[in-house]
T-cell receptor, first 110, second 114 residues
Framework: RKEVEQDPGPFNVPEGATVAFNCTYS??????FFWYRQDCRKEPKLLMS???SGNEDGRFTAQLNRASQYISLLIRDSKLSDSATYLC???????????FGGGTRLMVKP | DAGITQSPRHKVTETGTPVTLRCHQTENHRYMYWYRQDPGHGLRLIHYSYGVKDTDKGEVSDGYSVSRSKTEDFLLTLESATSSQTSVYFC?????????????FGSGTQLSVL
């Protein structure tokens, strides 16, 4: 089992839709969780951290479910500019380093 | 945006030749990292540094070496490039005191080994 797993997608949604991604992780002792956004041929950029109490930033909401070992990202009122790959990041078993999921691709269409 | 510069942006080389990629930061951050990104594998850590002359291996370190002689520069060297090292290489820095703090990435280097 991979340490961090994501559905690669693509998720094709119309503008204005609400879309949610999940990411599962294998290390129950993980403490740090993040969502990154990566545009095509660009570097990953931090979207938001995921706290135990959840985190909301405008149209984006991140949640952590420790019991089931997954984090989620909810995007409301999708915009064309939200089209990107969303990377789930968790601190790993070895040396407390960050491990990246393979990413979920989102395509928002007019 | 964090001040991270990678060079070169693109490189084509032949199998067996040495290649050095450079990462330069202007943020004075302690931690610097080298990742590679390949389809189907996501981002994988090659090496990282936690200070000048302090480096350690990551998940996929075989065939790579690094050096950090100054806080601002972190070099990645492929001693003898192979086709399996064709990839996009990203440098990252973090501003925390631990290795699991949030990362800021450079623009990447597309390396093709023919």
């Amino acid at each position: 089992r991979k340490e961090v797993e994501q559905d690669p997608g693509p998720f094709n949604v119309p503008e204005g839709a609400t879309v949610a991604f999940n990411c599962t992780y294998s290390n129950s002792a993980s403490q740090s969780f993040f969502w990154y956004r990566q545009d095509c041929r660009k570097e990953p950029k931090l979207l938001m951290s995921v706290y135990s109490s959840g985190n909301e930033d405008g149209r984006f909401t991140a949640q952590l479910n420790r019991a089931s070992q997954y984090i989620s990202l909810l995007i409301r009122d999708s915009k064309l500019s939200d089209s990107a790959t969303y990377l789930c990041v968790v601190n790993s078993d070895a040396g407390n380093m960050l491990t990246f999921g393979g990413g979920t691709r989102l395509m928002v269409k007019p | 945006d964090a001040g991270i510069t990678q060079s070169p942006r693109h490189k084509v080389t032949e199998t067996g030749t040495p290649v050095t990629l450079r990462c330069h930061q202007t943020e004075n951050h302690r931690y610097m990292y080298w990742y590679r990104q390949d389809p189907g594998h996501g981002l994988r850590l090659i090496h990282y540094s936690y200070g000048v002359k302090d480096t350690d291996k990551g998940e996929v370190s075989d065939g790579y070496s690094v050096s950090r002689s100054k806080t601002e520069d972190f070099l990645l060297t492929l001693e003898s490039a192979t086709s399996s090292q064709t990839s996009v290489y990203f440098c990252a820095i973090s501003d925390g005191e631990r290795t699991n703090e949030k990362l800021f990435f450079g623009s990447g280097t597309q390396l093709s080994v023919l």
